[in-house]
């Protein structure tokens, strides 16, 4: 999923992936943060790219890489091509 959190119809998005992973946001705004609460109660996996502290920190069930996005998205990538 990549979006900007504009509309609700990301809970439908959530429901429908097998994971979320979330970059480059501390989750301060509730609609943000509820995507992240929505799926942790599907049982979904959170994976949060970011650096210094976000909201979900100490959620049970989200695994944090805590760096730069830019850093570690190209890596990320060689790896997966």
Same mark, same amino acid.
């Given at each position: 999923?990549?979006?900007?959190?504009?509309? *609700? =119809?990301?809970?439908?998005?959530?429901?429908?992936?097998?994971?979320? *992973?979330?970059? $480059?946001?501390?989750?301060?705004?509730?609609?943000?943060?509820?995507?992240?609460?929505?799926?942790?109660?599907?049982?979904? /996996?959170?994976?949060?790219?970011?650096?210094g502290p976000t909201r979900a920190d100490e959620l049970p069930g989200i695994e944090?890489?805590?760096?730069? =996005?830019? =850093?570690? *998205? /190209? $890596?990320v990538v060689r790896t997966l091509l």
């Open positions: 999923m990549l979006t900007f959190l504009r509309s *609700l =119809s990301r809970f439908r998005d959530v429901e429908e992936c097998d994971r979320l *992973l979330v970059i $480059g946001t501390t989750l301060a705004t509730y609609s943000a943060f509820r995507i992240v609460k929505h799926a942790l109660e599907l049982k979904k /996996p959170v994976f949060i790219l970011n650096t944090k890489v805590d760096g730069m =996005s830019g =850093s570690v *998205l /190209p $890596g």
